[in-house]
């Protein structure tokens, strides 16, 4: 269960390091973001993050706020995934002398 945990931690430090690259070169390329190869490479990596959350989030919200709503849940996820690491390492540990 520690590895699952560790992995699924992993997979979503990516994911918010790859929405925060593509919130910034959103505002630093402007209008020609879609020509830059790197926002195309945080765009693919942060695809099945905004799909799931365009799945999980009413039609209310919209499109444009997606990204922010994405990246909070990712924050979410993380803060969860932390708290059962950190609850699975303290159950594990012999208590001290």
Wanted: zero cysteines; proline letters at 5%; charged letters at 15%.
């Amino acid at each position: 269960m520690y590895e699952t945990i560790v992995i699924l931690k992993a997979l979503t430090e990516v994911a918010g390091v790859a929405m925060i690259g593509q919130g910034v070169l959103y505002v630093l390329a402007g209008s020609k973001r879609d020509q830059n190869p790197i926002y195309g490479i945080f765009k693919t990596l942060t695809m099945p993050v905004m799909k799931a959350t365009r799945w999980v989030t009413p039609r209310i919200i919209l499109d444009q706020h997606l990204g922010l709503v994405a990246f909070l849940l990712v924050v979410v996820l993380w803060f969860g995934l932390t708290v059962m690491k950190i609850r699975i390492v303290l159950e594990n540990t012999p208590p001290a002398a």
